[in-house]
């Protein structure tokens, strides 16, 4: 009896031992994932930043003078630019494919709408390029500007919601030091105003965009001279 006492009192403490060790595991590995799970996020935004924002309005921003004397040149800004749609929709795929942790069920969702607006943005602004190259380059100027708020609501859900519940999922687990990436993919607010967009993409200022006309000589403010009373000073 005193044997079979022994035994069982050592089989108990083995049990509760093997269980905290279980547990202990089990909090390892659900912390090791939101980490993993953060970290992924954080990549897959940075490229949609570097790998296809910054591109993309380096392509737009004067994409009219780069078409001067080339016929197929808009083709070619054209093509760029359904090249990074297609970089867009890959991001979108990796992030449908990342392993969710049940506490970022959220966070999910909402990341793969930004990058879904991201990717549906690049495309429209695709579409619209050769006519904003053309003659009807204040009509498409407007559509695009339409289409940049795609981007702006990407930005929007990302920093609002996706960044700040992955970061208070991070903190309810105790887990230090993860931080979230932030994510800008449209440039500035400039890119909603129509007449703006027109610019930028023309290389012309907004009176001459409008009008069709390329300024030419100096414009805006000059020093002509300098005096002291009636004495002109060199």
């Not at 890119?191 to 290389?203: A, F, H, K, Y």
Request: net charge negative; charged share 15%.
């Amino acid at each position: 009896m005193v044997r079979r006492r022994v035994a069982a009192s050592v089989g108990v403490v083995l049990l509760i031992v093997i269980v905290l060790i279980f547990n202990s595991c089990l909090k390892s590995q659900k912390t090791q994932a939101l980490k993993e799970y953060a970290h992924n996020v954080s990549q897959i935004v940075g490229e949609s930043d570097q790998q296809v924002s910054h591109p993309l309005f380096i392509a737009l921003s004067g994409a009219s003078a780069k078409s001067a004397g080339n016929a197929e040149e808009p083709v070619n800004v054209e093509e760029q630019i359904n090249q990074l749609h297609l970089e867009a929709q890959k991001q979108a795929t990796q992030a449908k494919g990342l392993s969710v942790p049940g506490e970022m069920d959220a966070a999910q969702r909402d990341l793969l709408l930004a990058l879904d607006l991201r990717a549906e943005g690049v495309e429209k602004v695709s579409a619209q390029l050769r006519s904003a190259l053309g003659s009807q380059a204040k009509q498409a100027s407007t559509l695009l500007t339409g289409d940049m708020e795609n981007f702006l609501a990407s930005d929007v859900i990302y920093s609002q919601r996706v960044a700040p519940l992955i970061e208070q999922t991070l903190k309810s687990a105790g887990v230090e030091g993860q931080t979230v990436a932030s994510s800008h993919f449209l440039p500035n607010i400039g890119w909603l105003e129509p007449s703006t967009v027109q610019s930028r993409i023309t290389g012309q200022s907004t009176s001459s965009a409008q009008s069709g006309e390329t300024l030419t000589g100096h414009h805006g403010s000059a020093l002509k001279g300098v005096s002291v009373g009636a004495t002109a000073l060199e």
